[in-house]
């Protein structure tokens, strides 16, 4: 690697003049506080790769809070601070920034969170993932713009490489082996032949690995542009089956998930889509596993599992020439994601159909009687309003009646036989 590669030019070409001019300013103002400041992590990676990334996070060999609260006064943005990590978070216009001070790890045990010491750029730098992201860029006047490449970073980029620092990586957190997936697959990159030996023999360390940060693993994966990727190595290596034995990577997942982006194009897609597709394949017993282990929030854990209650009806749904009404019956209540994530994954087509007739229709067909309106008509109050009720929904579901007065005159005929 050549000695001294400065990056100012690739730095005024590729971010916004507003960033450019903020991280002068930082490396000014760090300067006269007697602090040293670095430009670090993915933004460094990025702006190498000539990819756009406006994630700008420093870090400052001094405190990171007060030289915050100092560039704050004068761009008159909004600061958040947290003193237990010594970091802070400056947003101004539509930017925003996080400031760090540089800091050293030791992980106690593997898989828990590390504890923290105050320290230099490359004790900071050392306690991170891959080399390719352990790169930083000096941003003191005079410094301005130099690569701090300690780890050969920028030979790895070059070469494809995703690489960690040492030997015991994965196993003081064992998270990294998801993000070091991620960054393969999100970069065409390879990992290294032996971080894939480390990884490899590594994998049990999943275990040791909170639901929580599991959980956030998993999420990062499905903000990917294509997570199908990611899932598919995770299979091909056996990281997939950490999660659960029964979850897939496969080419039906990736097809899948092709269908529910142009779905849902030029939105991205919903992360709860993707997952109740990942899930797809499993029983109801082996959902409730899966939700327990990345401790789903409500929501999302009723969503996989009426994922897997509508999977377990596709008998019944895919028998041809069911009613409006019967269609009804059948996929009431389930949430709507679930719902969507069937009828992509469902080989019936007559089922997918009943569920998109169910999704686009039939679900919002309303009554328009209300029962205080079936009192006036002369029904007692009590069980037979409901009886009535229900007649109404089946004769508005299967197109019998669509007016108020339809509704009516069904009404006084039922009243007529009694
Ligand atoms: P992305 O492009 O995915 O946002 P990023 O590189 O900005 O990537 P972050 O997750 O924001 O990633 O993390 C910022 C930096 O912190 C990373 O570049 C990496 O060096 C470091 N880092 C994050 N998580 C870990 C981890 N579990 N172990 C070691 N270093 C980590």
Redesign the pocket.
């Known amino acids: 690697m050549p000695r001294g590669i400065n990056l100012a030019r690739i730095i005024e070409k590729q971010l916004p003049a507003e960033l450019v001019n903020f991280m002068w300013l930082a490396g000014e103002i760090a300067h006269t506080r007697g602090e040293r400041i670095y430009l670090v992590?993915?933004?460094v990676?990025d702006l190498l790769l000539g990819q756009a990334?406006l994630?700008l996070?420093l870090v400052v060999e001094g405190n990171a809070i007060e030289l915050a609260r100092q560039l704050r006064e004068l761009n008159q943005g909004k600061i958040t601070t947290h003193p237990q990590f010594n970091t802070a978070k400056l947003q101004w216009d539509r930017w925003s920034v996080d400031l760090t001070t540089a800091r050293a790890e030791t992980y106690e045990k593997p898989g828990a969170l590390p504890s923290v010491t105050l320290s230099s750029i490359d004790d900071d730098l050392s306690?991170?993932?891959f080399t390719i992201?352990?790169m930083a860029i000096r941003l003191n006047p005079g410094d301005y713009g130099k690569l701090f490449d300690p780890y050969g970073g920028r030979n790895d980029l070059k070469a494809k490489l995703i690489r960690v620092l040492h030997e015991k990586s994965f196993i003081d957190?064992a998270?990294?082996i998801w993000?070091g997936l991620r960054y393969e697959q999100r970069l065409d990159f390879h990992l290294e032949r032996k971080t894939l030996n480390l990884l490899k023999r590594d994998i049990t360390m999943l275990d040791t690995i909170s639901d929580d940060r599991i959980r956030y693993e998993i999420e990062c994966v499905l903000e990917e542009k294509y997570p199908e990727k990611v899932f598919r190595r995770a299979e091909e290596l056996g990281v997939l089956a950490k999660l659960h034995p029964a979850l897939k990577g496969n080419g039906w997942l990736a097809e899948k998930f092709d269908q529910v982006r142009r779905l849902s194009s030029p939105q991205p897609p919903e992360t709860e889509l993707y997952l109740a597709l990942l899930a797809y394949p499993l029983t109801s017993e082996e959902v409730e596993s899966f939700i327990s282990r990345l401790n789903l929030p409500k929501s999302l854990a009723q969503t996989l599992r009426d994922t897997i209650a509508v999977k377990n009806k596709m008998r019944s749904l895919a028998i041809p020439g069911l009613s409006p009404s019967n269609i009804y019956h059948l996929l009431d209540g389930y949430s709507s994601q679930a719902l969507v994530a069937n009828s992509l994954a469902t080989e019936s087509p007559v089922a997918s159909q009943n569920i998109r007739l169910f999704l686009n229709k039939l679900k919002d067909i309303k009554i328009l009687l209300t029962g205080d309106d079936l009192i006036k008509m002369g029904i007692a109050s009590g069980p037979q309003i409901r009886e009535v009720l229900e007649l109404l929904r089946e004769a508005r579901l299967n197109g019998r009646v669509t007016t108020r007065e339809g509704e009516e005159e069904l009404v006084k005929g039922w009243l007529a036989q009694r």
Do not use: L, M
């Open positions: 992590g993915g933004v990676r990334n994630d996070d306690r991170r993932d992201n352990v957190d998270t990294r993000r």
